[in-house]
């Protein structure tokens, strides 16, 4: 199974781009199934039809016969209102016989994100229990995503903390196995992959490329990204308002250009351009895919290949550690050591990484970027193990 999501600041057109990748994946004959986990319930406007938390088979080709697709919207609340109760209850119980009162017992079940924590649990189950070889997932704005997307880790760390290695309730090893279960998930690559949306606007490739890094900092691989909304070619520009259109043509090609220049050119930057009406329907969602991926595969993506967040080369008596992350000019990056592992933080967001055993007795002694990532120079005795 492959599991695309999608994402991308508010308003850059994710949803619509989502609900034509898996309406041109069912039409080549894969079995496709497209949830929503953005509160904005867009994807049943995209495909014009009412959708429900269990997925549903939507006619594309109009004429009521199966075509492979099915689509849900995933209710985030509602999961929380029916899960989370009993769960919280049990972790109550342990926590308070762990030697903690009542109260403070409380506060610690009070977990942040667990909305989006089971919204991603129901996109795992909903994948796991039907006949689809892919499922394509209209993710919330980039921010609500990325939050989303730590949230297995966060959390599982959270139980490591409070509960260590003490006996607990067979719920809470439920849940601590099931966000392992959750993380391997993301950053497995040859099943899960993000596309990000952006529009040719700086403010937006701004946050695409923050995005970027924090999704390099988790794991999570991106095979594509799409710019989206571009105005026509001026082939097509007419009356008084050809100088406007020739402006706003400028300026969008004047990021791209600068896109281009960071690394990401035409092969890995695909491009759709604006439509005078909005793209709702099988049809319109047809004609749409057909320019973002023409007679490619929509599995293949346009992305680079992906390379392990850590890779490690000798140096003299140390050693060089490699952190692939793309970087801009401009990034603020900072790097501590907090006991066996490395604290990275890029722009504000921030990953502890576990540093390969090799290097846990060196000491950092300098650090430097380039156009592939950072690189640590650790110092220490290389026969010590």
């Known amino acids: 199974m492959r599991i695309l999501l999608f994402t991308g600041k508010g308003g850059v057109g994710k949803t619509t781009l ?32 009412p959708l429900r938390g269990e997925p549903s088979e939507v006619d594309i080709r109009g ?17 929380a209102d029916r899960t989370w109760h009993e769960l919280r209850g049990e972790l109550r119980k342990v926590l308070a016989g762990a030697g903690l009162d009542v109260l403070d017992a409380e506060e610690l079940t009070v977990l942040p994100g667990v909305d989006e924590l089971l919204a991603l649990s129901e996109v795992r189950r909903l994948a796991s229990q039907g006949p689809w070889d892919t499922v394509v997932v209209d993710c919330g704005p ?21 509960f260590g290695n003490r006996r607990v309730a067979a719920s809470v090893r439920q849940l601590g196995a099931h966000l392992d279960a959750l993380r391997e998930l993301l950053t497995d690559p040859r099943v899960t992959t993000v596309r990000l949306v952006l529009t040719p606007e700086r403010v937006v490739v701004a946050e695409a490329r923050r995005t970027l890094t924090s999704l390099a900092l988790r794991g999570i691989a991106v095979d594509g990204l799409i710019a989206n909304r571009l105005m026509p070619a001026p082939g097509f520009w007419r ?11 400028d300026q969008q090609d004047a990021v791209l250009a600068e896109l281009a220049e960071a690394g990401f050119g035409p092969d890995e930057l695909a491009r759709v351009e604006h439509r005078a009406s909005e793209p709702v329907g099988a049809a319109a969602l047809a004609e749409l895919a057909r320019e973002l991926y023409g007679s490619r595969d929509p599995l293949s993506g346009n992305g680079k290949p992906v390379t392990p967040l850590l890779s490690v080369a000798a140096e003299g008596d140390g050693f060089r550690l490699r952190v692939a992350l793309p ?25 502890l990484v576990a540093l390969p ?3 846990r007795p060196c ?17 220490g005795n290389r026969g010590s193990g």
Do not use: N
Request: hydrophobic share 45%; proline share 2%; charged share 25%.
């Open 18 to 49: 989502a609900a034509a990748t898996a309406a041109a994946l069912a039409g080549r004959g894969r079995k496709t199934l497209v949830v929503s986990t953005d509160p904005a319930h867009s994807l049943a406007d995209a495909f014009g039809t």
């Open 63 to 79: 004429d009521g016969t199966p075509a492979g697709l099915w689509a849900a919207q995933v209710d985030s609340r509602a999961l």
């Open 142 to 162: 980039t921010a609500e995503t990325l939050r989303l997307l730590s949230l297995p880790e966060a959390v599982s760390g959270y139980l490591g903390r409070v």
């Open 239 to 249: 009356g008084s308002a050809a100088k406007w259109l020739r402006t706003r043509r």
């Open 327 to 351: 970087l801009d000019r401009d990034s603020a990056v900072d790097l501590a050591r907090v006991d066996d592992d490395l604290a990275i933080t890029v722009d504000g967001f921030r990953r």
């Open 357 to 359: 055993e090799t290097l």
């Open 363 to 379: 000491r950092i002694t300098g650090a430097e970027s380039d156009a592939d990532g950072l690189v640590v120079s650790l110092a």
